[in-house]
């Protein structure tokens, strides 16, 4: 069993950046592919960004190349996404999740945290 833990998340004025961390509870998250995900008021969840479980490889989704980046420091058993210039519609709960694989497919990942809030004045 995996257990996320996001932080980091909150208000932001447009153009301004953010970064978020997801804690993992075991040692054995290194072994995971890391993916971030997001979702809106009234939309589906939406893939954000994923990383292996090396690092390596990075998935981006689209709304965010150029803008957001992911990281992980296995030592710490913590992934990252900064965000930078930030966006009103980038406003939305943001998850981290655990999977065998990068995946854009929510339902790829096994284990899910409980969501940060960002919120995107304009």
């Known amino acids: 069993q995996v257990q996320l833990v996001e932080s980091g998340g909150g208000l932001v004025q447009a153009g301004g950046s953010l970064r978020l961390s997801c804690a993992a509870s075991?040692?054995?998250?290194?072994?995971?592919?890391l993916g971030w995900f997001r979702q809106a008021p009234g939309k589906e969840r939406e893939f954000v960004l994923g990383?292996?479980?090396?690092?390596?490889?990075?998935s981006y989704g689209d709304s965010v190349k150029g803008r957001f980046t992911i990281s992980r420091d296995n030592a710490k058993n913590t992934v990252y996404l900064q965000m930078n210039s930030l966006k009103p519609e980038d406003t939305a709960v943001y998850y981290c999740?655990?999977?065998?694989?990068?995946?854009?497919?929510?339902?790829?990942?096994?284990?899910w945290g409980q969501g940060t809030q960002v919120t995107v004045s304009s």
């Open positions: 999740a655990a999977g065998p694989y990068i995946s854009r497919a929510a339902a790829s990942y096994n284990y």
């Open positions: 075991v040692r054995t998250a290194s072994s995971y592919a």
């Open positions: 990383i292996s479980w090396s690092g390596g490889r990075v």
